[in-house]
């Protein structure tokens, strides 16, 4: 890998770990308002719901200028839903206002590595960038349980520079600022990254045509018998994972009775295993064997109905390590399949965009399900079950749809028609 990667590792990893502390923040306010318990998980909802709505423009956007520029441009975006938090701002508002900020950074992010590298090192490449930005979430989720913890903002709030007035007055406030410098750190490797030189015919602005040249995206990419596959997976484990996050702060406060502060800390445990299992299939897995691990998706589902039987948190780590281990392992090179698929038929930030659109509508509907079923006062237990069957079984479903586009190969193979596109690299 070359310098310049290195340098968006970089960026991603402060972005990402200011936008996981400020989500705990953020429940932490909402708990402060005494606001209902099933508007926690909708602040990630307003998060993603940028993805969605912006689908059709982010992609246009990333490859209008040098992705640098736009992942410059976009973490500004952030720090300004940060500050909107800070001037008592409702959280779902500020916390949409990053969600924008995100969706527009996203097709930058990815969509220079495959200006930047070869396809044979997407994997390993996605394998890193995925590693880090989970390394990311871990210290994230930490450092913000750590500034909702009294006793540490106590001391933050301590701090005073000599002869000025800082103004800061309350845990949120001094748990804001310290989540701002490290958005602005991230500004300051964005400077640093490198123009590969990458440059797209000239980006339409016209709304209806973005939005049919969309459509047109999306279409070429489900039709790929490759894509369609990886898509899928990509598309279920993204929506699981955004909902993993709020039933393990739940499972946590009721199976393991443990505060926020702890219970975000059991976030990152789950982060670690991904980080473990997303380093193994960048190690093990090459980019045409990527198929073969979706059976530890079916695993993944399954070892997620486990934790209804544990209640010692000492028992709780190695699950929660397992279960992220799985899920890294089998998504990364999916994830590395997906993207590649995506560069061979279309450019960079539009197969991106795509990706977000699919994977973040995903994420909607699965958080607004786990909020109705919170709702509706089901128990930790009874949304673990439902959640992890769920998983399985659409990882089963997605298997024998793969199984049957290989029948269908095979059989055009035996009487001489020629192969679809999306076969080529299989």
Not at 20 to 38: C, G, K, Q, R, S
Not at 262 to 284: L, P, S
Not at 310 to 326: D, F, M, R
Not at 366 to 390: K, P, Q, R, T
Request: glycine share 8%; charged share 10%.
């Amino acid at each position: 890998m070359n310098r310049g990667f290195y340098t968006i590792m970089a960026a991603q990893f402060f972005s990402s770990l200011a936008d996981n502390a400020l989500l705990i923040v953020a429940i932490a306010v909402l708990t402060f308002m005494n606001a209902p318990e099933w508007m926690t998980p909708l602040l990630k909802l307003f998060f993603v719901l940028s993805y969605v709505v912006l689908a059709a423009f982010v992609g246009a956007f990333a490859d209008s200028m040098p992705k640098g520029r736009v992942m410059l441009i976009t973490n500004l975006i952030k720090i300004v839903g940060c500050a909107l938090m800070f001037v008592d701002v409702h959280p779902l508002v500020a916390y949409g206002v990053v969600g924008l900020g995100a969706a527009a950074y996203s097709p930058a992010k990815y969509g220079i590595l495959t200006e930047l590298l070869p396809p044979e090192k997407l994997v390993a490449a996605n394998g890193w960038i995925e590693g880090l930005t989970v390394s990311s979430i871990i210290l994230g989720t930490v450092l913000g349980g750590a500034l909702v913890n009294p006793k540490i903002s106590g001391q933050l709030l301590a701090f005073d520079f000599p002869l000025i007035s800082t103004g800061i007055n309350t845990l949120a406030e001094s748990a804001l600022i310290v989540i701002m410098l490290a958005y602005l750190l991230a500004s300051l490797f964005n400077l640093k990254i490198p123009d590969t030189g990458a440059r797209y015919s000239h980006q339409e602005r016209n709304p209806v045509k973005l939005v049919t040249d969309f459509s047109r995206c999306c279409a070429a990419l489900w039709k790929d018998r490759l894509g369609q596959i990886s898509l899928a997976v990509t598309t279920l484990f993204w929506g699981a994972g955004a909902t993993l996050q709020f039933i393990v702060l739940k499972w946590a406060e009721h199976n393991l009775q443990l505060p926020l502060g702890k219970a975000a800390a059991m976030q990152g445990i789950v982060a670690v295993g991904i980080a473990i299992g997303a380093i193994a299939a960048a190690r093990f897995v090459p980019l045409k064997k990527s198929l073969s691990v979706m059976s530890l998706g079916v695993a993944m589902g399954v070892t997620v109905m486990t934790m209804t039987l544990v209640t010692s948190e000492w028992i709780a780590y190695p699950l929660l390590v397992v279960i992220g281990a799985l899920a890294g392992f089998f998504v990364v090179p999916m994830n590395a399949l997906l993207q590649h698929r995506g560069h061979v038929l279309m450019s960079a930030g539009h197969s991106i965009a795509v990706q977000n659109f699919n994977e973040n509508l995903s994420v909607l509907t699965m958080l607004l399900l786990y909020a109705l079923l919170i709702s509706l006062d089901l128990s930790a237990n009874a949304v673990i079950l439902i959640f992890g069957s769920f998983v399985a079984a659409m990882m089963l479903l997605i298997m024998q749809w793969h199984a049957a586009n290989q029948r269908e190969r095979d059989s055009l193979s035996l009487i001489g028609e020629p192969k679809h596109h999306g076969n080529t690299e299989h």
